[in-house]
């Protein structure tokens, strides 16, 4: 199994990234795919999900309306747009895959973002 995250970097406030986690290993489209995000410090924080289907998804409140999760069950990928970046969105994002009504879940090894002018 291997979640490998790719995108991220320094961007300057107000700026857009696109995070991209490609999946392998594991049937993809029978996993709920989500992003989290850490901090030095703090524990992991849920940025936003996915259904296996593709067709709900969920934020948390301070990611509204300013993050976009997707997925491409044909590439096996998550993706993650993120616009209008504050420098309080730095953080380490991790994807993370979890089984359909299970509690089975994988973990990429993370990709840095950092918003600094």
């Known amino acids: 199994v291997q979640l490998v995250e790719s995108g991220g970097g320094l961007v300057q406030p107000g700026g857009s990234l696109r995070l991209s986690c490609a999946a392998s290993g594991f049937t993809f489209t029978a996993y709920v795919m989500s992003w989290y995000r850490q901090v030095p410090g703090k524990g992991r924080e849920l940025v936003a999900s996915?259904?296996?289907?593709?067709?709900?998804?969920n934020y948390a409140d301070s990611m509204k309306g300013r993050f976009t999760i997707s997925r491409d069950n044909a590439k096996n990928t998550v993706y993650l747009q993120m616009n209008s970046l504050k420098p309080e969105d730095t953080a380490v994002y991790y994807c993370?895959?979890?089984?359909?009504?299970?509690?089975?879940?994988?973990w990429g090894q993370g990709t840095q973002v950092a918003v600094s002018s």
């Open positions: 993370n895959a979890r089984r359909v009504a299970s509690s089975l879940n994988y």
């Open positions: 996915i259904s296996n289907t593709g067709g709900s998804s």
